[in-house]
């Protein structure tokens, strides 16, 4: 069974840049997580989405910060413009029946 | 809100030796999970606790849950290198929105 997949891996852009994120989920999980880590600590939520639907987008910065899922399978996270606190590793996380969440291997940004 | 503790934040330990890291959290839990990190990778998930007195060993790591005193540890026996990573607990409440609250990590370096 393949994982969650996450492009790019890395990606380095000057502030008030725009940039985004792709997810592709395990085939069949319906919920697609998107989280940010900062260097020493542990993963924040941004966005938790049941199928197409956003359930749960209460901690995502609205001013700069949108994402989608369409067809309730892949997901995109944009940031726009981008700030230099935005340097951080996101990670894309589904969830099928087992209340296990699976993560990808993570976009790591940097925001110079 | 949520809060989830760890305990110790930095662990430096012998091969052989055992040791307890320990998560606390404030509020009533749904489920409790922990999570290794490599530096540089995503998150692997270790287990799943779903209820008061669950137990769970997978080698040389065993978690175990207490929902009335509302902690978690993951005990290390014989530790070896090759243990040497970030742990994780997160947990999962319906009073945070059913969303996964990260500790800090509990950062182990297991030296010969």
Redesign the interface.
């Known amino acids: 069974e393949a994982g969650v997949v996450q492009s790019p891996r890395y990606k380095i852009i000057e502030k008030k840049q725009p940039v985004a994120f792709w997810c592709n989920p395990i085939s069949g999980h319906n919920t697609l997580y998107w989280y940010r880590q900062n260097l020493g600590q542990g993963p924040e939520l941004l966005i938790r989405y049941e199928n197409e639907e956003a359930v749960d987008d209460s901690q995502l910065p609205k001013d700069r910060f949108s994402a989608e899922r369409l067809k309730g399978v892949d997901s995109t996270l944009k940031i726009q413009p981008a700030e230099l606190g935005d340097s951080a590793v996101y990670l894309c996380a589904s969830e099928g029946q087992t209340y296990e969440q699976y993560f990808g291997p993570g976009t790591r940004l940097t925001v110079t | 809100e949520l809060k989830?503790e760890q305990n110790p934040l930095f662990l430096s330990m012998q091969e052989g030796k055992n040791y307890t890291i320990y998560c606390n959290y404030s509020t009533t839990s749904d489920?409790l999970?922990w999570?290794r990190q490599d530096p540089g990778?995503?998150?692997?998930?270790l287990f799943?606790l779903?209820s008061n007195g669950a137990v769970k060993q997978e080698g040389r790591l065993m978690a175990s849950l207490d929902t009335k005193a509302r902690l978690s540890t993951l005990h290390i026996t014989a530790a070896v290198h090759d243990l040497s990573a970030t742990y994780?607990c997160?947990v999962?409440a319906e009073t945070s929105?059913?969303?996964?609250t990260?500790?800090?990590?509990t950062q182990l370096t297991v030296n010969p």
């Open positions: 989830v489920r999970y999570y990778k995503s998150l692997e998930s799943v779903l994780f997160a999962d929105g059913s969303r996964l990260f500790g800090e990590g």
